[in-house]
């Protein structure tokens, strides 16, 4: 398996759902960056489970140690290594899941990949669970970024039907965006909240689930970083998307809707600010423009499908008897993951985003 991604600043995430611990190991950080703890466990507590009616009843602390990496509250430039120990799993409600894979799971791909040795507990390398050493390496990239005079932030933009209005992807402030990044349940609009709760009740009661859509952004990004073909900033940034599991779509700007505009509605007029400095009046293309990044607002939606542990009776197959059956999944599973998601795919914009700073440097004729 392979759990290791980024350039200069690199991720490596390890344990499995119902082994003895999670964590990460995140190198190549710069030395000397004041760690904000409180500020990690607020992050740490919008993801972790339990915390809302919108979510599984698995209660986990979700409480990091550090082990390695720090020093008097600040980074030293060795790796930064951190462990979160499991708690309150119940391994026995998937004891039938090596012989019948969910359907929607990775249990049947995970089964042939790895010869049946996969550990299919709570899903194991494969589960959400596994998000929240992202979510801690996010957190501690944000609080780096923010010093470089870079915010991320975002909201949930739908739950099923229901949705929120979307970011002005021109006049984007990076307060919205700190502000977004503290709530549980992210919203632009509060009123949208009831009808995206009666989804999630009404996916709950039926014993199914519900997927949605989350808008994530940052901005005090220069114009200058990435390069074309195969080095983009979206290409850098995409791969860290996928790895959340349940995310099944990702599109930057206006993304899919730009196929049915024309060229005279898709492009982005440029003009100078105020300033002296180069904007556009218009964001159809995310902050991005031939992989390099044009200094607007980077605009990016993550697509969450619905949650694929469901208690109805699904269609399966029985891998040792060789034929159909029926599964009913047993354990605590969230009716929508896609508040607890949002996080996870801001701390994945700012782990990749931090690589990308790291990495590069703007020509000083560039720079602002």
Do not use: W
Request: hydrophobic share 40%; net charge negative.
């Amino acid at each position: 398996m392979s759990s290791t991604i980024g350039n200069r600043v690199r991720l490596s995430i390890f344990g499995e759902s119902h082994g003895e611990a999670i964590g990460c190991v995140l190198d190549g950080l710069p030395a000397g960056e004041a760690l904000d703890m409180e500020e990690i466990h607020v992050q740490m507590a919008r993801r972790a489970p339990g915390r809302d009616k919108t979510a599984t009843t698995r209660l986990e602390s979700d409480i990091p140690a550090i082990l390695s990496g720090t020093l008097n509250g600040r980074t030293t430039g060795a790796p930064l290594a951190m462990v979160i120990r499991n708690e309150n799993q119940r391994s026995g409600d998937y004891q039938n899941l090596e012989i019948l894979p969910r359907p929607g799971h990775a249990d049947f791909t995970g089964h042939v990949r790895y010869s049946g040795y996969n550990d299919v507990r709570g899903g194991g390398h494969f589960s959400g669970r596994l998000t929240a050493p992202l979510v801690f390496a996010g957190a501690v990239c944000r609080q780096i970024l923010r010093r470089r005079g870079v915010s991320v932030g975002g909201h949930i933009l739908r739950i099923a039907d229901a949705a929120d209005e979307a970011f002005d992807p021109v006049n984007l402030s990076s307060q919205l965006l700190e502000e977004l990044a503290a709530r549980p349940f992210s919203l632009l609009r509060a009123k949208a909240e009831p009808a995206m709760r009666n989804a999630v009740e009404a996916a709950r009661m039926a014993a199914d689930s519900v997927g949605g859509v989350v808008e994530i952004a940052a901005v005090g990004l220069p114009a200058g970083l990435g390069s074309p073909m195969f080095d983009g900033v979206e290409n850098r940034l995409a791969p860290l998307f996928f790895g959340i599991p349940a995310i099944k779509g990702v599109e930057f700007g206006d993304g899919f809707a730009l196929a049915g505009m024309r060229g005279s509605q898709a492009n982005d007029p440029y003009a100078y600010d105020a300033s002296g400095r180069v904007v556009t009046t218009s964001n159809h293309n995310g902050g991005i423009l031939g992989g390099i990044t044009s200094g607007m607002p980077l605009i990016v939606r993550l697509a969450v499908k619905p949650t694929a542990s469901i208690g109805q009776p699904q269609r399966t197959v029985d891998l040792v008897a060789g034929r159909e059956a029926e599964l009913v999944v047993k354990g605590r599973h969230d009716p929508c993951i896609v508040p607890r998601a949002l996080p996870v795919a801001e701390a994945a914009l700012a782990l990749g985003l931090l690589d990308i700073l790291e990495t590069e440097a703007i020509p000083d004729h560039c720079a602002d």
